[in-house]
């Protein structure tokens, strides 16, 4: 029987797996109930442990177009990590279920829960990592600018977040040159761009980090941005608005990079803050792209992981 697979990280795919996990992306989108590695129906347990509205609806459509059956649970409505263990948590859903979706605070949760369970188990949010949002950020670029590789992505703003990380990590898996710009305190941290230059020098890729945001937008390709504010720093807002100005996606920031650059956004976006409303609604934009490739992107990842753990087969999925 196969190891199973989980995607904790960005660097549980290699360069090869995350681009046959987009190509899977790209068939799927171009034939939206054709794959059903979930037919049954089986049940996929998506836990929240934070609020959402594009990863929830995302998760829930794409279960239902794979023929599975989506069991959204809130963190108030479960025992998980309350008065149940995850690793016993982990042991009981294996049995009742194909895959596990979590989006949660810990990392260390999702790896224990990983580590005791057989089927897959994929963060659909952690406080370190995003990944499920850069196989859709990545889908997008594709779509757009053809191949990844040699491309130059450049993220500005909170750069020690987990948006920040998975941007460095996934980019430079993909062959791309990432640039990452923040002020000072807010950079990744050592153990990240370490990950990242070490994949970087098996794809070709590069890592940039720097406090200039300017030197970070020269000639990019793609351009993008998140909050400054996430779930849980809304006591830092006004500190966090003076310190991060430097860092905003302005019309005027984006004459540094490509005249055809594209520019991401994961959402929620607070126009006049991390990005200009005239950047995010004009021709750059691709964030709505972006949006809705979250559900073909995860429906890629979801099929991929299963095929790959020898829980469903399908010719089509090339491992």
């Not at 499920?132 to 757009?144: F, K, M």
């Amino acid at each position: 029987m196969s190891a199973t697979r989980h995607f904790l990280t960005d660097l549980d795919f290699t360069q090869a797996e995350q681009t046959k996990v987009l190509d899977l992306a790209l068939a799927m989108k171009a034939d939206k109930y054709g794959f059903t590695p979930y037919a049954g129906p089986q049940t996929v347990a998506v836990f929240f442990d934070k609020t959402s509205t594009r990863t929830r609806v995302s998760f829930h459509a794409g279960i239902a177009e794979l023929g599975g059956s989506p069991l959204i649970i809130n963190s108030a409505e479960s025992q998980l990590g309350h008065k149940e263990s995850i690793s016993d948590s982990a042991k009981v859903l294996e049995r009742m279920v194909s895959t596990i979706v979590w989006r949660t605070y810990a990392q260390s949760g999702l790896e224990e829960m990983a580590a005791n369970s057989s089927v897959p188990v994929i963060n659909a949010l952690s406080d370190d990592y995003h990944p499920c949002q850069l196989i859709a950020d990545l889908l997008t670029v594709r779509e757009h600018k053809g191949a990844l590789a040699s491309l130059k992505m450049a993220y500005l703003g909170d750069a020690a977040n987990n948006m920040a990380n998975s941007y460095l990590l996934a980019g430079v898996t993909a062959g791309m040159h990432v640039a990452i710009a923040g002020p000072e305190g807010y950079l990744p941290a050592a153990s990240i761009v370490a990950a990242a230059q070490e994949r970087a020098a098996l794809t070709g890729g590069s890592v940039t980090i720097t406090t200039d945001a300017a030197a970070a937008l020269a000639d990019a390709d793609v351009v993008a941005t998140d909050t400054w504010v996430s779930m849980g720093q809304e006591e830092e807002k006004e500190a966090r608005l003076k310190l991060f100005t430097d860092y905003s996606v302005t019309s005027a920031a984006m004459k540094h990079a490509k005249d055809d650059a594209i520019v991401l956004h994961c959402l929620p976006a607070y126009r006049g803050y991390e990005i200009e409303a005239e950047v995010i609604d004009g021709p750059q934009s691709v964030v709505f792209d972006e949006a809705e490739n979250r559900v073909h992107a995860q429906k890629a990842v979801m099929t991929w992981l299963m095929v790959a753990s020898g829980l469903a087969e399908d010719p089509r999925v090339e491992l």
